[in-house]
């Protein structure tokens, strides 16, 4: 981030709809330039109007490429890039049985890849300038998998959480940030059927546990209990903070199965403590 100026630059990824849009009118309500993109600019343009201090780009960041050229509009325009957010996602459900590989690797692509390829792009221009923050939107799914339907977006947040935190001390002589959120249930668009594709029902010993979680889920549509308007107000404040949490447990809900799953790693590393530790050479 820029030292000693309140104006910073920010490339929000998908910011054509749900917590992308409410992330980059936050981060231009609070004065800053805003470079957002999403796989069509028109749905930027349609979201957040026109204004200013706004670059529309259209980015599939399952591209490398056209991460690249993001990244150099934001230059170009702007001059630098101050805060990267990682926030394009999408959502492939189903019984891991019953999903194809091609929307298995899909969801790989979009969702841990994609912030492979924007944040390789960004770091160049960080890495010149000395500074910056990359935040990654990830769920309180790459914390823990609980519940069906979630085995290849969870590994996508899985591998999402171990590529930012590998990548922390890498670019932290830099002065470069990383910060990881982890969303609980908030009313984005995540669930809608924009965002969520289904696996095909193919197997018979699924169908009932099928049916229930897929009424579910539509059930929770529109219905969650976060507010995105105020996560995304959040975020904005966190980043202009001088030390940005390495993780964001982001609700009420985030919090709990941070200390759920917190008390569950401690229990399992007790449970065999006496065969876990007698495990080195006899000469160690």
Sequence with gaps: MTENSAKNVWLV?????????????AALAAGHAVVATARDADNVTKALGEHDDLLAVALDVTDPAAAEAAVASAVERFGRLDVLVNNAGSFNAGFFEEMSPEDFRAQIETTLFGPVNVTRAAL??????????????????????????????????????????????????????????????????????????????????????????????????????????????????????????????????AIELFETKAQTLLDQADAHRELSSSLAHDDA
């Design 13 to 25: 990824t998908g910011a054509g709809r749900g917590l992308g849009v409410d992330i980059a009118r």
């Design 124 to 253: 160049p221009q960080l890495r010149a300038q000395r500074s910056g923050l990359v935040m990654t939107i990830s769920s309180t799914a790459g914390i823990a998998a609980t519940g069906d339907f979630l085995t290849a977006y969870a590994a996508s947040k899985f591998g999402v959480e171990g590529f930012m935190e590998g990548l922390a001390p890498e670019i932290a002589p830099f002065r470069i940030k990383t910060m990881l959120v982890e969303p609980g249930f908030f009313r984005t668009e995540l669930l809608t059927p924009q965002s969520t594709r289904y696996a095909e029902p193919s197997i018979d010993d699924y169908a009932d546990r099928t049916a229930a979680t897929i009424e579910a889920w539509q059930g929770m549509d529109g219905k969650q209990g976060g507010d995105p308007a105020k996560l995304a107000d959040a975020l904005v404040s966190l980043a202009s903070s001088d030390t940005p949490p390495l993780r964001f447990a982001a609700g009420a809900d």
